[in-house]
């Protein structure tokens, strides 16, 4: 159980050092979060400078709310059991809001309804009340949660005279959507532009054709779940250990951009691997963390006991893996484009899209060297669409052989290159 004074006295240092440090660092992430410009990623900005989302606005108005609740110091004035119940209060807004939003989406796709507009005023009218409600509460709850979380890295040895430097912030927002370019011949990340969330699917890919046609690239526009701007952006959800996971993902890369690997992300696509594997890693690690302290009930349950395998009869086929089937695209995929055959990686791609889509998931509007480019970097858990490449395993093995996720961030946050974290490994294998 966590001691209630504990827990003030950690809400009246960190809210004071936030108005210190809210400003400072804010501005300086602000350049950092944008993309460093090359002759390439000016090439594609010809297709998407009308396009483009505006950092700077939204960060001033983040930072505006932040200052505000900081100054307040709401959280500070609840008893520390109400904190919890109040978070919990949020996601379950938060839920009923998504759940309104799908209803009126439904409402106006049926063909039985003639005037939508009028059938759908009740539920558009009870979709202002919540939202009225999610204003009012959203402040004090991301307050509370960066608290937790804050509280969280504390225990786990991640800050500096006791507290997170720089301190965990962040904001819930419609996120921008990513347009990821890669070279046909080889995958690789050249571009990434952060583009307006209201972007709608056919002007998605209408703008994907044109940077295709007129570049000979590939390219995808993604959704993301948050960006390391200061404070941090994640988009709005009602799952708390998701949101958890992601705002101490992107605090993680707060962090790194006050070191070595954080400022040298850009340099080459093996730092960024490290950047994000490591964000990953530990961002799961806080978030199990945050869980256990403040919301045991959903802490997922232990894994049940392995079976002892038993043969699988000739005629049932094996579960489709998501990830195990990814992988092996990945590979596949690197091979023919190595052999140079790039026509027939890409009709191997779309011919596995399908197979994927065949099984479930049709999120996958487009499987492409773009699509592995973006996704590739995320190699926190082996498989998936990082494929055979060496360095999301070492950063994996580099935490395994660390004894606590502090010395393992701490060691990798000072590294500014792949054969830094090699030499580490080699360094720590038996």
Not at 176 to 190: G, K, M
Not at 305 to 334: G, I, K, S, W
């Given at each position: ?160 005279l006791g507290q ?110 490290m950047n994000e ?124 052989q660390s004894p ?27």
């Amino acid at each position: 159980m966590i001691k209630s004074q504990a827990m003030k006295t950690n809400i009246s240092w960190e809210s004071s050092a936030r108005l210190i440090a809210l400003l400072l660092f804010g501005m300086l992430t602000l350049n950092s979060s944008l993309i460093q410009l090359t002759n390439k990623v000016e090439r594609v900005r010809a297709f998407t400078r009308q396009l483009e989302f505006d950092y700077a606005s939204w960060t001033l108005k983040a930072l505006q709310i932040k200052l505000l609740e900081s100054s307040l110091g709401s959280a500070a004035y609840l008893p520390m059991d109400a904190h919890r119940r109040l978070v919990l209060e949020y996601m379950e807004l938060i839920a009923n809001i998504q759940n309104a939003e799908r209803d009126l989406e439904m409402l106006y796709a049926s063909p039985e309804i003639s005037n939508p507009a009028l059938a759908s005023a009740p539920l558009r009218a009870k979709l202002r009340d919540f939202e009225a409600q999610r204003q009012k509460l959203a402040p004090l709850a991301e307050s509370i949660l960066q608290e937790q979380i804050s509280y969280a890295v504390s225990q786990l040895g991640l800050t500096f005279l006791g507290q997170p430097i720089p301190p965990v912030l962040y904001h819930a927002t419609p996120l921008p959507l990513a347009l990821i370019v890669s070279p046909r011949e080889v995958i690789r990340q050249d571009a990434n532009l952060s583009l307006i969330p209201e972007l709608s699917l056919e002007e998605q890919i209408a703008l994907e054709e044109k940077v295709d046609q007129a570049l000979n690239v590939s390219s995808l526009v993604v959704k993301i779940g948050g960006v390391g701007t200061y404070p941090t952006m994640v988009q709005q959800t009602s799952s708390l250990d998701w949101l958890s996971e992601v705002v101490a993902h992107e605090w993680v890369h707060n962090y790194l951009t006050l070191h070595p690997l954080g400022m040298s992300y850009m340099s080459s696509a093996e730092l960024r691997v490290m950047n994000e594997t490591a964000a990953s890693i530990a961002g799961k690690e806080i978030a199990l963390k945050v869980l256990e302290l403040f919301y045991a009930e959903l802490l997922p349950p232990p894994p049940p006991p392995t079976p002892p395998p038993t043969p699988t009869p000739e005629t049932q086929p094996p579960a489709f893996d998501f990830r195990r089937e990814m992988h092996l695209t990945r590979v596949t995929v690197d091979q023919l484009l190595a052999e140079g055959k790039i026509e027939e990686a890409e009709a191997y791609m779309e011919m596995r899209r399908r197979i994927f889509w065949e099984n479930g998931y049709r999120h996958l509007r487009k499987l492409n060297q773009a699509y592995f480019a973006f996704y590739g970097a995320y190699a926190d858990e082996p498989g998936g669409a990082a494929g055979e490449d060496p360095v999301g395993a070492a950063v994996r093995a580099l935490r395994a052989q660390s004894p606590s996720l502090a010395a393992f961030l701490k060691r990798i946050a000072w590294m500014w290159s792949y054969e830094q974290l090699q030499a580490a490994v080699a360094e720590a294998s038996p």
